[in-house]
């Protein structure tokens, strides 16, 4: 993947990556069963690639507009400590994230992919959206991914802070080392 030395100077400054959920780490696409019970497909890689960057020092958090179980679940196995659900003002849960952590808004990365997110994008250090995403998104982002939301685009952003920071040939050799 092709990132601008810019690109490369920010990434290596996160301390805190932010994710949405709905259209980011899923394609978007809401299952309903008979009894309103909600399923999502997420990527294992992308949940993968979240591991690989919290084990490296870099805290997690998510951000989504919708309330869901799931979510819960998911979030709970990859270890991701900070999940902010039902959020119809991203914007306030960044705030509170960034005083709870005493961290600067441009050491701090967002993927989106929607018009709820773009408050939060504005804010940020590195707005990332995700191939797939609304234009004004793509328009007021310092990145896209090459992968669309729940295919891939988390891990991609992962793998681009991990290489920033210098980190992401040592994930390599750790797998690599698992398997001699």
Request: aromatic share 4%.
């Amino acid at each position: 993947m092709e990132v601008s030395e810019r690109i490369r100077d920010l990434a290596a400054s996160i301390k805190l990556a932010i994710f949405d959920v709905d259209g980011v780490l899923t394609d978007g696409g809401l299952m309903l069963g008979p009894n309103g019970q909600e399923f999502k497909n997420f990527h294992v890689r992308d949940g993968l690639g979240l591991v690989m960057l919290r084990d490296n020092g870099v805290k997690l958090a998510i951000i989504t507009g919708r309330e869901s179980s799931v979510v819960s679940e998911r979030m709970a196995a990859l270890g991701i400590e900070y999940v902010f659900q039902g959020q119809s003002d991203k914007l306030q849960a960044l705030e509170k994230l960034l005083d709870e952590l005493q961290i600067n808004a441009s050491s701090v990365c967002y993927v989106g992919d929607d018009l709820p997110d773009l408050p939060v994008m504005m804010r940020v250090g590195l707005p990332i959206a995700v191939a797939d995403a609304h234009v004004k998104l793509i328009e007021n982002a310092t990145w896209k991914t090459q992968a669309k939301g729940g295919a891939g685009a988390v891990r991609e952003v992962c793998e681009m802070i991990l290489a920033a920071q210098g980190k992401l040939d040592s994930v390599f050799q750790r797998f690599e080392s698992q398997g001699q």
